[in-house]
C-alpha cells in the first residue's frame, strides 16, 4: 500500500472562528474534540465543505458498525490514505470489534486471513474487487445478495465511493496525521 508523505498539508485549514453552521457541523460530528484537519480544510469552501458534510454514511443505516468500518478501512487502507485509516481505527476499531490482527489485515493483508468470519470476508472482497476494476462480478454480488438486503449492498456500494472520494481529498491534500490517530506500521 503506498502512504503518502504528510509533513505538512498544501491547502491551509480555514481560520477561526468558523462561521456558526460550520462550526455545528463540525462539533457535531467531534463532540468536544479538536476538529480534525480535513473538516477545516473542507471549511476554505462554504459549498464544498456543506456537499461533504451531507454526503456522510456514520449514521445508523443498513450496517453495523463493525462492516461499515471493514469497509472505510480496507477502501483507505488501499488507497494508501494513512490520515483517514488512522483516525477511523483510533476511534471506531474497539467499537467495531477489529482485533490487531483483523487491523493489520486490512492494511497488508487478504479475505482469506485466518481472523476473518466468512461474512467479513465478502466485504473485503467487494473493497478489492471495487478498487481494482471499479464493478462487481456476478459470483460476487451473488454472495453479498445471500448475505444483506438490496438496501444494504446500496449502502456498502456507496461507502466504498465515499471513502476513496475521501482518500484522494486526504492523499491530494498531504494532511498532517491528527494526534492520537494509529499509522499503518503500527
Known sequence: MTSYKNDSARITPASDPLPPDMQEAIDAIMRGAQPLVLFTTMARDRRLFFKFFNSGLLDRGNLTIRQREIVIDRVTASCGAEYEWGV???????????????????????????????????????????????????????????????????ELLMLAGTYRTVSYLVNGLALPMEAGARRFAG
Open 88 to 154: 477511523h481505527v483510533a476511534a471506531f476499531a474497539g467499537k467495531a470489534g477489529l482485533t490487531d490482527d483483523q487491523i493489520e489485515s486490512l492494511v497488508t493483508g487478504g479475505p482469506d486471513d485466518a481472523c476473518w468470519s466468512n461474512d467479513d470476508r465478502v466485504l473485503i472482497e467487494l473493497c478489492d474487487a471495487l478498487h481494482a476494476t471499479c464493478t462487481v462480478d456476478d459470483e460476487l454480488w451473488g454472495r453479498l445478495a445471500a448475505r444483506f438486503p438490496d438496501e444494504a449492498i446500496l
